[in-house]
């Protein structure tokens, strides 16, 4: 099921760099975002080279798809930069390599001012929920982010545009 017409983009920079989500690795998930300002979604097909056994996709990458989906849910829908504290994932059925995919990430808990519980879904194109997570995530603000060094000024710049 691909709503992604019906959904508004998140942007992200074309020189990203980003394993999960940046558009200029070339050995990356190329990852893109939509909302309908409750969840984050994201469709992709995991490539051969991602693979753990024979036609199965490695369950790192899994990982990665839902730490990256729960990121941007939290960056997104808290306006805040983020970090991952701690995700816990359950494999639920296997993710083939080369097959459609459907990432959502949602707000679960918000525990604090600095703090917020994400849940992340993988789904197959039957709809089969193929793993899920949870994580908890740091929750910055830009001005303590660029104090800290975490990122250069033109992509905290790029984040608040998408705050906006």
Known sequence: ?????HLKPIPNR???QCFACGPANDCGLKMKFFTDE????????IPGHHRGWDRLVHGGITSTILDEIMSWSA???????????KMTVEFLH????GAELRA???????????????EGLVYNKA???????????ALIEPKIASRLDM??????????????
């Open 127 to 137: 709809e089969v929920l193929c793993a899920r997570s949870e994580g908890s995530y």
């Open 14 to 16: 074309e020189d990203h």
């Open 151 to 164: 990122m250069g000024p033109e992509a905290l710049e790029d984040i608040q545009r998408i705050f906006r």
């Open 104 to 118: 959502e990430g949602r707000l679960k808990e918000r525990t604090g001012p600095r703090e917020a519980v994400m």
């Open 94 to 97: 296997p993710i083939y390599v």
């Open 1 to 5: 099921m691909n709503l992604s017409g």
């Open 75 to 85: 960056l997104y829908l808290l306006k805040k930069v983020i970090l991952t504290k």
């Open 38 to 45: 409750t969840a984050v979604f994201s469709w992709l097909a």
